[in-house]
């Protein structure tokens, strides 16, 4: 079962920082942001002072995406473990991280996770987003 920590209005390429913590966990967290020009899924150890910041997802491109001028509908949740946290835009996960697994999924595998990091990519298939909603999926 997700639980949603937040929901809030997309309109890609306008500046947005948003983020929540873990449904469990208050040293882990997710940040959400858009600079402008692209969209990025951060995940982060609050445990580690100099550096946070675990991971990062691309999520978007602004100049590549179509119909960037509507509204979209942007979701964070975690799942009940508290270790899940998916990014939602118009109830699809575009981005999720699986702090157990230390694993990061988006449609891209990008970027690539540092060299010294023990984190990992996978794609984003409509089996695993079914499997985390619990429902059929149409992208």
Request: proline share 3%; hydrophobic share 35%; net charge negative.
């Amino acid at each position: 079962m997700l639980h949603l920590t937040l929901e809030d209005e997309l309109f890609l390429g306008q500046a947005k920082q948003v983020g929540t913590h873990s449904t469990q966990y208050d040293h882990l967290a997710v940040m959400f942001e858009d600079d402008g020009e692209t969209g990025y899924f951060y995940a982060l150890d609050m445990r580690q002072n100099a550096q946070p910041i675990v991971d990062v997802l691309h999520v978007y491109n602004v100049d590549s995406t179509s119909n960037r001028h509507e509204a979209r509908k942007l979701e964070i949740c975690w799942d009940e473990t508290g270790y899940l946290a998916l990014l939602l835009i118009n109830g699809y996960p575009h981005a999720v991280f699986d702090f157990a697994r230390l694993v990061g999924y988006n449609s891209s595998k990008h970027p690539q996770p540092d060299l010294m990091s023990m984190w990992t990519r996978e794609e984003i298939t409509n089996e695993k987003a079914e499997q985390w909603l619990g429902v059929k999926t149409i992208k």
